[in-house]
Structure formats: C-alpha cells, structure tokens
C-alpha cells in the first residue's frame, strides 16, 4: 500500500551535511517503496529534484541565518508550525514524521489536530546538542526545564526511530520511553555511489577537483591525503584535527589535508596560516552531496573528529562505503559504525588523534585492507533499502492499529 508521509524538518534542507544526508535518503528510499512524501521546512536550503518541499516564510528580522542552534530558531519555528498545520490540511498525510525534537513537537500538534499516526525521527539530545553548541549551560535556569520538555517530546510518538543503536539505551534508561515504542533505523548508505574507485580516477579526481575549488594545485599525487567532511565548528572537533595536522607535518611526514564543509572556513584557514601549516591544508567549501563521492576518492585516510556523545555522525558511513580507513574520536556512535575496525582516539585527545592518523598513513597495505573490511561492514550493516523496509513496517502497524481502534489509539497517542 502506498502511504502520503509528511516529514517536518525544522533546519534549512537541504544543507549537504549531518540530519539534511539522513532525511534526503530516507525520502528517496520511502519513495522508490512507492510512497509519496512531502518536506516541510525553512525558507532556506537547496532544492532537489523529484523531492517535495514546502518552504516557510522568511522571518523579516532575519534573511540570513546559520545553521546550528540559535535564539532566532523560535522565530523560525512559529513559522514553520504555521506551515506544519497548512501542509497537514491540504496534503492530507496517511503518517505525520518528525525529525529533531522541535519537528517531533509540531508533528505532535498537527498529529492531535488531524488524528494521525506521529512517528519521531531522534538524531540526539536535544539539550545534549545545546550544550555542544554552548548555547545552554548545563548549570543554568534553562537547563532543567528544557531537559523537562525533551522527555515530554520524547514520549509523546507512537515510535521512536533512532539512527544509533547508544540512543536505544539513552531514550530507555534516561528518558524513560519504553523500549517497544523505540524503533531502530540505522542511518546508512547507498554503497553504489560511495565506492572506491581506481588509481586512475582518483588521479583525475584530483586534477579536476583542485582545479574547481582550491586556490594550491600542488598536491603530488604519490602524496597521502587526508579528508574531513561535515560542518565546520569546534564541536565538530574541527580545531582539534587542525592540532593534529600541525602535529602531523611538523613531524616531517608528507601529507595533505583537505577539510571540505562550510560554514566559518575562513576562520579555520586564518588559523591554519597562523599555524603555519596552509601551504599544506585545504579548505574547498561546502560540497554538494551529489559531488561527494569524487571528493572523498581523492583521501587515502578520512577523520571524524566529532566531540558529541549523542548525535549521529552519517558522514562515517560514506566514509567507509568509500573504502577508507576512519580515524574517530572514541564514542558510541563511533563505535556503531565502525566497530573493531576504527581506528579510536579519546573525546578530545589531539596527541591521539595524530597518532591514529599517522599510523593509517605509514601502514599503506594495512589501511587499504582496513578500508576494505569497512567497505564490506557497510554494505552488510547499513543498506538505505532495509532501513526503509522497517519504517514501511513501523507505518503499516500504526495505520492498522488506527484502522481498527481509532478512538483508542488517538487516546494512546494524545497521552
């Protein structure tokens, strides 16, 4: 049976990167299943084509705006909630799907309004984000209440999917949802795109990226290179890789960093030049995720340095279809893509950190059988068709439940 899904995602999708990677794919895969799905979001973000999105009014007092957590966020919000409960009218959704805590709030709303199922797309804590992105403080007025409404939110959805098999556990033992309303659906990959590609190619990838985007064409191409990608900020670890890779060069081994990702470059490349390392860093800007594969074929090794402890980190899983190895700060999510073969250093430990990287890059045939095996362990593991089978699943026993006991269930959802 086909189903019409309207997913709320209160961020500027599409924006190449992180939750916008995890929505995108689980609406082509929810698509290619036959069902239709509508996107509602903020007036900012690049289109795709064949993808449904319905876009808010710009907030007069704020055209521009970043991403990430921000004050002006509530503004955009009650904007979005309006758009929220017109889309939910008109389109007349069989299953309301809400990413981040404040989508699963207006699917709430808009769930009780029109008496449909809700499912809650969790990507982490939302006040575990906020203090990463230091704009809650853990011991502040704010705190407890928000930390109050986050478990609210978090009960209130038929099901729960969650992206990392640490957030099972968080949501049941912290949050106290009960672990049958707590649905897996791992985030994954499409293993035909990112791929490993021959020696060949990626020489001419190379060429021709270097050409389009950076400013030094002079990476060798017997040259290792080491690849980030995702957004640029300090809780993305960012400084931290920048740490390692003067460690890394000052030590005399010859290798190339290439940092891709926006917002704030320009703060990173002065700290390069202040470093003295820039002759040896690039910084390309934001890659479109239809370019990624090819910018990820000209890395030998790739790093995610991420310091959050709860939120999903997608960007390993195209590391690893890709065929590289994966240097990462040592945390579950971490742990659940790459198992026993990442390569781990401590939340925040940039000695480490140099040191796993440097050992990828002097064991050549060891690094290439590591990415090998990840390669393989992606394919296995993290399938985009299976993670949609699930959600197809989860939907066809909300939707029966509600066929057959549609008072009782709307209760039980209210509740």
Request: hydrophobic share 40%.
């Amino acid at each position: 049976m086909s189903y019409r899904i309207l997913m709320i995602a209160p961020t500027s999708f599409f924006g190449d990167y992180g939750c916008h990677v995890r929505i995108l794919e689980e609406t082509l895969a929810l698509q290619n299943l036959g069902h239709r799905v509508r996107i509602v979001t903020y007036n900012r973000g690049r289109d795709i084509a064949n993808v449904e999105i319905e876009r808010t009014m710009p907030i007069p007092w704020r055209v521009n705006y970043e991403v990430g957590s921000s004050r002006h966020k509530l503004g955009l919000d009650v904007f979005l909630t309006s758009r929220v409960l017109r889309a939910a009218r008109r389109f007349k959704p069989d299953i309301i799907h809400g990413h981040l805590h404040e989508g699963a709030l207006m699917g709430w709303l808009a769930a009780k309004m029109f008496r449909k199922p809700l499912v809650f797309d969790f990507q982490g804590s939302l006040t575990g984000e906020m203090v990463d992105h230091h704009f809650l403080n853990p011991r502040g007025f704010f705190y407890k209440p928000l930390r109050a409404l986050e478990q609210w939110i978090d009960h209130q959805p038929a099901y729960v999917f969650t992206s990392a098999t640490y957030q099972q556990n968080l949501l049941a033992n912290e949050y106290h949802v009960p672990p049958p309303r707590i649905l897996h659906i791992p985030d994954a990959v499409n293993p035909e795109w990112f791929r490993p590609w021959s020696d060949e190619e990626r020489a001419e990838f190379r060429a021709k990226k270097f050409q389009l985007k950076c400013d030094t064409l002079g990476i060798a191409l017997e040259r290792q290179v080491v690849v980030y990608l995702g957004l640029l900020a300090e809780y993305q670890g960012v400084g931290h890789l920048l740490d390692a890779a003067a460690q890394i060069l000052n030590s005399g081994t010859d290798a190339h960093f290439v940092i891709m990702g926006y917002p704030g470059a320009d703060k990173y490349i002065q700290r390069a030049r202040e470093m003295g390392i820039a002759s040896r860093v690039e910084f390309p800007g934001r890659i479109h995720y239809e370019d990624i594969a090819q910018w990820l074929a000209v890395g030998d090794v790739a790093v995610a340095p991420k310091l959050s402890q709860t939120e999903g980190n997608g960007k390993i899983l195209n590391y690893m279809a890709s065929g590289l190895p994966v240097v990462a700060f040592d945390n579950p999510v971490s742990r659940d893509y790459l198992g026993e073969d990442g390569v781990y250093a401590p939340s925040g430990d940039v000695n480490a950190l140099a040191r796993g990287i440097e050992a990828l890059l002097a064991e050549r045939a060891a690094a290439k059988a590591t990415g090998k095996r990840l390669r393989a362990r992606a394919i296995e593991k993290f399938s985009w068709d299976v993670s949609a089978r699930k959600m197809e699943a989860a939907y066809d026993a909300l939707l029966e439940t509600q066929k057959h006991s549609a008072p009782e269930w709307h209760k039980r959802q209210a509740s």
